[in-house]
């Protein structure tokens, strides 16, 4: 019969592939712990040093960097649209899956033809002109506001809530008098926790990672953390042991939502893409 | 009231979506001069556009990274996947850890390479140098460059690739693979004859998907280049999407960068069109 245990081969090749996944990472924390001669060494250091700390504390109080408010805005920004994208994306979901209505068709085929489209590419002229006129460049908002809209959200929420609420139970509780809104609250809400989970760290890290608007409508003295490291890098271009410290700050809320949720993550993508 | 449980998406999108589309179109028709004055040109910056070789090298550099991203990845994913489907310890640790690279951020790995790829005393050419191999400036040369850019690329996305078909193999029925096995078909074959044809609407989902996220390839490049959109003395890794930045926001040339916008999406459209009919002949012999 079908023999589902690993060859030697394959054992191999997963764990070049586990060790590949890891190793820039380690890296990373090799150079931020070193000195910069240790840095531009031939042969390079493998190991990690002992200078990580310092490494940090230079980032954080380095004045041109301003890497702490990059920090702080960067979580600002992904916190705020994360709630944004999940709470919007349930309503939609809920009646798209959930509800009767007029067009309902037309608007879901909508939803789904701006996930098509990458708007923050696009329409990048009119967003940044926008902002000028509002006298928002600069400011967190103008981040913020164009990626409210999320046309993945929408039809992950809707796949999910047809599939997590039946029909019947929206029923049964519409019969039993409970308004649209209580519905929702109470009966909707309970049963797609789960994919409002996926749907939230998906964002959260989207937005963490956001580099190409944020580098348009915001200047160096408000960044992003993404910006950050730019100005640091570009700055300081040879001082890798604080740009990797820089580095390093950045993604330690990463791997924190990764060491949370890393199984939802997992399970959460693999649903996805048969769904989809 | 399901209406208005709706609108808020809506309303953002005639704001986010509708607007700036409808207005990149509106801009791209019109001449921007740095006091801010404006007149109509009509198609003028879409002509310019293509005669310009700055533009052309740009696509050319995308479409080059594109490819040399895009191929061997597929392949790596696929295999990965494969691998990732049999029975082994440890097996959400390894899903998970092949995950590792999206979930940190792009800027901050594309420093890293960056750094991998120093000429002096780069880790890359290091190791190549054991191999007898002579330095090579991997930031200065062109096709070096996309190389490097492509491995930035392929080491973020190859195991999310790989957990997206390990998701359809999944879906395949073991039956398949049973019957084809009494048939005396070896692993290799089944491989080929079930699981790659079997895997094709999966397939069609992840190409789109990198098609799109490719030919928009801007934070590697970027930072490749300390943050500037220039893409290397010669413009060497410069891709369309950096070519729009630097057009509309270093030169202030919004009708031009609107006009690139809309030949990129064109560019984007014929791109999703190729791979798709691409992906429709791979393992549908008959």
Same mark, same amino acid.
């Given at each position: 019969m079908t023999n589902w245990s690993p060859t030697i081969l394959t054992r191999v090749m997963l764990a070049i592939a586990v060790f590949l996944s890891a190793f820039p990472l380690y890296w990373m924390l090799v150079i931020a712990s070193r000195t910069n001669a240790d840095a531009v060494a031939? @042969?390079? @250091?493998?190991l990690p040093g002992g200078n990580l700390g310092e490494n940090i504390i230079a980032v954080l109080n380095n004045e041109d960097a301003k890497f702490l408010l990059g920090l702080t805005n960067s979580f600002i920004v992904a916190s705020v649209v994360t709630v944004s994208v999940v709470v919007i994306s349930t309503l939609a979901g809920f009646s798209f899956a959930n509800l009767q209505f007029k067009g309902k068709n037309v608007l879901l085929v909508l939803v789904l033809l701006t996930m098509a489209v990458p708007l923050q590419q696009m329409g990048v002229v009119p967003l940044y002109r926008l902002m000028v006129d509002l006298g928002w /460049?600069? /400011?967190l908002q103008a981040v913020i506001l164009p990626y409210l809209l999320n046309g993945f959200g929408v039809f992950l929420m809707t796949q999910y809530t047809r599939q997590a609420v039946p029909m019947e139970l929206v029923e049964a509780a519409r019969v039993d008098g409970a308004a649209t809104l209580r519905i929702w609250w109470n009966v909707v809400l309970p049963a797609v926790r789960p994919g409002m989970a996926v749907l939230g760290i998906n964002t959260f890290m989207l937005m963490w990672n956001d580099f190409m608007w944020p580098l348009i409508v915001l200047t160096p003295d408000n960044p992003t953390v993404q910006i950050a490291i730019t100005s640091l890098n570009a700055r300081f271009s040879t001082n890798y042991t604080l740009i990797f410290a820089g580095t390093a700050l950045s993604i330690i809320p990463l791997i924190a939502v990764f060491i949370l949720f890393g199984r939802q993550i997992v399970g959460g993508l693999m649903e996805g893409a048969v769904k989809a | 009231m399901p209406y208005a449980l709706v609108s808020p998406y809506f309303l953002l999108f005639a704001a986010f979506g509708l607007f700036p589309l409808a207005f990149t179109l509106y801009y791209s028709l019109h001449d921007y001069d740095l006091a801010g004055g404006s007149e109509w040109t009509g198609l003028g910056n879409y002509a310019s556009l293509l005669a310009d070789d700055d533009f052309w090298n740009a696509v050319v550099n995308t479409i080059g990274m594109f490819v040399i991203a895009t191929v061997p990845q597929m392949l790596l994913a696929l295999f990965l996947a494969n691998a990732l489907n049999k029975r082994f310890r440890f097996r959400l640790a390894i899903r998970m850890s092949v995950l590792l690279p999206l979930v940190t951020s792009v800027v901050a790995v594309a420093v890293v390479f960056t750094q991998l790829y120093a #000429? %002096?005393?780069g880790l890359v050419n290091y190791l190549l140098s054991w191999f007898g191999v002579e330095t090579t400036n991997w930031r200065a040369e062109r096709i070096p460059s996309w190389i490097a850019i492509a491995t930035m690329v392929d080491w973020r996305w190859t195991g999310y690739n790989a957990i997206i078909f390990l998701a359809g193999m999944q879906t395949i029925p073991r039956d398949l693979y049973e019957a084809a096995a009494i048939d005396g078909a070896s692993r290799r074959r089944q491989f080929w004859q079930i699981t790659l044809p079997m895997l094709r609407p999966t397939m069609i989902f992840v190409v789109l998907n990198s098609t799109i996220g490719g030919l928009t390839l801007f934070s590697e490049p970027t930072t490749f280049y300390? !943050?500037?959109? %220039? !893409?290397g003395s010669q413009g060497q890794f410069q891709t369309v999407a950096m070519f729009i930045v630097k057009q509309g =926001? #270093?030169? =202030? %040339?919004y009708g031009y960068a609107a006009a690139a916008a809309w030949l990129l999406f064109l560019l984007i459209l014929i791109g999703a069109l190729v791979n798709f009919l691409v992906v429709r002949r791979i393992g549908g012999t008959k």
């Open positions: 031939v @042969p390079p @250091p493998f /460049t600069g /400011t | #000429r %002096d005393w300390n !943050g500037n959109v %220039d !893409g =926001f #270093r030169e =202030f %040339d």
